[in-house]
């Protein structure tokens, strides 16, 4: 047994373990509410939730509307509409245990405008607001509003710093803690910057010390630091609990959650994490929204690799002159081989990209990716494959085809999608799924049993 002490978390004695948010519909109100139960801290996803017509079914999130701008309400509305459910659900599951925490990408479209339809709402259900994938300096004066504590995801001392120095500092009443989430480690988007190497993972430890040094600093010593990232068997963080340098710190738990009888992912799913090998989640820089990224390498990841290496650059005079809508664009020469073998392949269409070269796909992959960019519904603030940017309209630069829409592949793979060509959103120690012998002969254990397990340690 490892000497885990209950702690205040968002206004309640809880047990210092986090169920972290995965989107999209991934955490629910049903994950939530089981984590809340079991005496810890559930998280619901408020990213594009799914909502329930009156037999309980799913609502399908179709977009009616023909302008894109158009389709952005109707996202809204949708997301509203799921995060008000999924609140609801968490509390009813919950039987008032534990703690409902509610999290959003800070950088999705109309992240502000959902966090807040849906606190008007629930605001009652939802104990914490935890946003990350983007620098939520709003989220302090937001969530202060309705009386909810509000977590940032960070992944240095330095992003704390800017969040607490420019906004936080005004609202300390409700943060209720700081998510360090290692980038390297841990699923989904993550902070990474362009400074970071992402082959050379940083001293987790050192960067989680300067982060509880600044919160001394701003008087903030009896807040948690939520550790995320790479956490699988507790007894390997020994070292980390009752420690003077971070204390108080708390758990959080990404990828390991996954696989429980509440949560909502198909078998294949299941089936895949169970069978992952160390090195198959790979962390890229992929994603529509510029950020970092850790995912399984499958199909979709794979092709999205092999797509950056079928690049050429385009330059000023060439007498390598590739045919591009009708129209004649030179591109570096010393590459006419190469793009012959392509064309051979099948990746006879060329499309430009943002950074002035011309990428190699086959006809159905131009179509497909056309066709997603014109369905584009908005939901981030500035996305890379499509242009739109919330602010302007456009970001003014060309789409990008080397990237995808990662709204589209979310919500297939989070409604029963195929595995191998849509992202699966995993952390590093995924792999561990198949060596742990919890899971042995396909063991999917229920919340209740999970919590109980890392609390042994293991
Ligand atoms: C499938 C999946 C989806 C995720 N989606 C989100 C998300 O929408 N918002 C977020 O803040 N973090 C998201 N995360 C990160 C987790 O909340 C958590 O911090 C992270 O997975 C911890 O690292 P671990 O995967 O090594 O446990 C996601 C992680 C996974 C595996
Ligand atoms: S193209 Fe897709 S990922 Fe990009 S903003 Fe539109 S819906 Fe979102």
């Given at each position: 047994m490892i000497n885990l002490r209950s702690q205040t978390i968002s206004g309640s004695e809880v047990l210092p373990l986090i169920d972290g948010g995965k989107g999209i519909s991934i955490s629910n109100g049903e994950t939530c509410g089981a984590w809340a139960a079991a005496g810890a801290v559930g998280t619901f996803s408020a990213v594009n939730a799914d909502s329930y017509d009156e037999n309980g079914n799913v609502v399908p999130q179709i977009y009616h509307a023909k302008l894109r701008t158009e389709r952005r309400n109707e996202l809204i509305r949708y997301a509203i509409a799921g995060g008000i459910a999924q609140?609801?659900?968490?509390?009813?599951?919950?039987?008032?245990?534990?703690?409902?925490h509610m999290n959003a990408l800070w950088e999705m479209g109309a992240c502000e405008e959902i966090i807040e339809g849906i606190l008007q709402e629930v605001g009652g259900y939802v104990h914490g607001v935890v946003c990350g994938a983007g620098m939520p300096y709003n989220l302090a004066e937001l969530a202060s509003k309705f009386s909810t504590y509000y977590y940032p995801i960070v992944s240095s001392a330095r992003a704390f710093s800017a969040l607490f120095r420019r906004s936080f500092k005004k609202y300390t009443e409700f943060l209720g803690g700081v998510v360090y989430e290692d980038p390297w480690l841990a699923g989904g988007h993550n902070g990474l910057s362009n400074a970071e190497n992402p082959l050379t993972p940083a001293n987790n430890y050192l960067r989680i010390v300067a982060i509880r040094k600044l919160m001394n600093e701003f008087n903030l010593q009896h807040l948690p630091i939520i550790i995320a990232g790479g956490v699988w068997w507790l007894s390997e963080w020994e070292d980390y609990l009752d420690n003077k340098e971070i204390m108080p710190i708390a758990f959080q738990f990404?990828?390991?959650?996954?696989?429980?009888?509440?949560?909502?992912?198909?078998?294949?799913?299941?089936?895949?994490?169970?069978?992952?090998?160390?090195?198959?989640?790979?962390?890229?820089?992929?994603?529509p929204t510029g950020f970092y990224s850790s995912a399984v390498y499958n199909k979709m990841l794979g092709d999205l690799l092999e797509r950056q290496n079928r690049q050429v650059a385009i330059v000023e005079e060439s007498s390598f002159i590739?045919?591009?809508l009708g129209r004649g664009?030179?591109?570096?020469?010393?590459?006419?081989?190469?793009?012959?073998?392509?064309?051979?392949?099948?990746?006879?269409?060329?499309?430009?990209?943002?950074?002035?070269?011309?990428?190699?796909?086959?006809?159905?992959?131009?179509?497909?990716i056309v066709s997603d960019q014109k369905s584009c519904v908005c939901c981030l603030s500035v996305c890379?494959?499509?242009?739109?940017?919330?602010?302007?309209?456009?970001?003014?630069?060309?789409?990008?085809?080397?990237?995808?829409?990662?709204q589209k592949t979310l919500q297939a793979i989070a409604h029963g999608g195929d595995v191998e060509n849509n992202l699966i959103f995993a952390g590093h120690e995924a792999y561990r799924f198949g060596e742990d012998p919890f899971y042995a002969n396909g063991f999917i254990p229920t919340t209740s049993q999970l919590v109980d397990r890392i609390i042994a340690g293991y």
């Open positions: 609140a609801k659900i968490a509390r009813e599951r919950s039987g008032g245990k534990g703690r409902i990404g990828t390991r959650s996954i696989i429980t009888t509440e949560n909502p992912v198909a078998k294949a799913w299941h089936s895949k994490l169970m069978s992952l090998k160390k090195g198959d989640v790979k962390l890229t820089s992929l994603s590739i045919n591009f664009i030179n591109v570096d020469p010393s590459r006419r081989d190469d793009v012959k073998a392509w064309m051979q392949e099948g990746f006879t269409e060329a499309m430009i990209t943002p950074d002035g070269t011309l990428v190699f796909v086959t006809p159905e992959q131009a179509k497909q890379r494959f499509s242009s739109w940017c919330q602010h302007r309209g456009s970001t003014g630069k060309i789409p990008d085809p080397r990237t995808f829409c990662i």
